[in-house]
């Protein structure tokens, strides 16, 4: 049981730091490719940003009713599954 735990961590470091190692080495590529000017400020035109943001509300909606109703059909299953045990025996 410990040794898996510590498996488990071990996979957990690793997966957390390998996507930092590999943005380093193409920042790096990009900063050697001899861009001289640098971007201050960005952003969106109107249109892109309106569209942008209605999306953003939209999936955080999406997510919050997703959440509900998982919590909902395991509240309910759990309900539903302790009765019909109950009535079988």
Known sequence: MRLMKLTMLFALIISATLPAHSQQSSANDTQSAGTSSKIVDYT??????????????????????????????????????????????
């Open 44 to 89: 969106l035109p109107p249109d892109k940003l309106q569209k942008s943001h209605a999306l953003y509300i939209q999936t955080t909606r999406l997510q919050i009713l997703d959440t509900i109703y998982g919590l909902w059909f395991l509240f309910f299953n759990t309900c539903y599954l302790s009765k019909r045990t109950n009535a079988a025996t």
